[in-house]
């Protein structure tokens, strides 16, 4: 088969693919959810994000991560934006072990919500905000773009011991990791093409310095970090220096999203040890890396599948939840 044939079925198959998903979520969600109500909140969400880049150049990346974080608990239901407060029994996700002292953008996500609410009361939910955010900062860094499901409600409770078990740590196992997503509906190509979102952001020296001097208790680095890289991080991350020193994910592109990442995994330069274990170990992983490196859209293509996907885990919808009036508490 030509290299041009190939392309072509696999474009078509991903169409299809993406076809079904949206006929599938289209029963419980849909992208014109809020064309009477609130035509205009995809570009009052993009307008604020745009203005906070101009002051933290990560901000996109940190929005897209909270969607993540989000679905990954109960569902996306905006359980993750919630304050502790006593009176109504919260007990914040913010301040789970993946979460606490990592998560940020809670304020642009309260500014975004800010301006909503001025242009249309009581209509738009904190988990679309985050979804419609999500998407806004991938395109915004030069990713792909899609219509985003909306019609999402928001939780009245928290979940911490979820967030503590069900979230993806960078430092525990593939088959973890794999079955952590699968609890969720994703599969293995879902969970490469989302880790892609690892081309853009920071991470901080405390996640993967063990990789740098002990990794697994041996006294040695982790041999899978190719030695050029290892000395750089060394310089970043000295043993003894501060666990909250940020590096970029991406050697090359920081803040642009492209398939660089995957590039970055083939040449031993993946960061987090959760990353460069998908090119080191199951041999599938090493196909669809390979795949994605070499053509950009593809990646793209699935990537934006594997937001659909994960965008429709177990939404509140009709008159589940609630449409917070302050995505810090409930109502």
């Known amino acids: 088969m030509t290299s041009f044939s190939s392309n072509f079925l696999a474009i078509f198959c991903i169409a299809l693919l993406v076809f079904n998903f949206f006929s599938k979520s289209n029963a419980q969600l849909n992208s014109n959810f809020y064309s009477t109500t609130c035509p205009n909140v995809s570009n009052i969400i993009q307008n604020a994000i745009i203005k906070a880049l101009q002051s933290d150049a990560r901000i996109g990346a940190s929005l897209l991560r909270l969607h993540f974080h989000d679905c990954f608990v109960n569902g996306c239901d905006a359980s993750v934006l919630l304050d502790n407060n006593a009176t109504t029994n919260i007990i914040s996700e913010k301040d789970a072990r993946p979460n606490a002292n990592s998560l940020r953008g809670f304020n642009v ?5 800010v301006v909503v609410e001025n242009s249309c009361p ?25 219509n ?9 409770t928290a979940n911490q011991k979820g967030a503590n078990t069900s979230i993806p740590s960078p430092i525990e196992s593939i088959n973890n990791i794999i079955a952590k997503f699968s609890a969720v509906g994703l599969n293995t190509t879902d ?8 081309t853009f952001g920071r991470a901080q020296c405390g996640l993967f310095r063990e990789r740098l001097y ?23 991350c000295p043993q003894n220096g501060s666990f909250t020193t940020l590096v970029n994910l991406d050697l090359t592109t920081q803040d642009k999203f492209d398939n660089n990442y995957f590039t970055n995994l083939q040449n031993q330069n993946g960061l987090l040890q959760s990353d460069q274990k998908l090119f080191s170990g199951i041999g599938a992983f090493s196909n669809i890396i390979n795949t994605f490196r070499r053509d950009q859209n593809v990646f793209f293509q699935n990537f934006v599948v594997s937001m659909i996907k994960m965008g429709n885990i177990s939404p509140l919808i009709g008159t ?12």
């Open 122 to 146: 009581g209509v738009v939910s904190c988990a679309d905000i985050l979804a419609l955010a999500a998407q806004s900062s991938v395109s915004l860094a030069g990713g792909p773009s899609w």
């Open 214 to 236: 002990n990794f697994n208790g041996t006294g040695k680095p982790d041999p899978t970090l190719s030695t050029t890289y290892l000395a750089k991080l060394m310089q970043i």
């Open 148 to 156: 985003v499901l909306l019609g999402r409600r928001d939780s009245k």
């Open 109 to 113: 996500v309260d500014n975004i919500k």
């Open 191 to 198: 969970l490469v093409a989302l880790s892609g979102a690892h």
């Open 320 to 331: 589940n939840g609630e449409i917070r009036s302050d995505c810090k508490r409930v109502n």
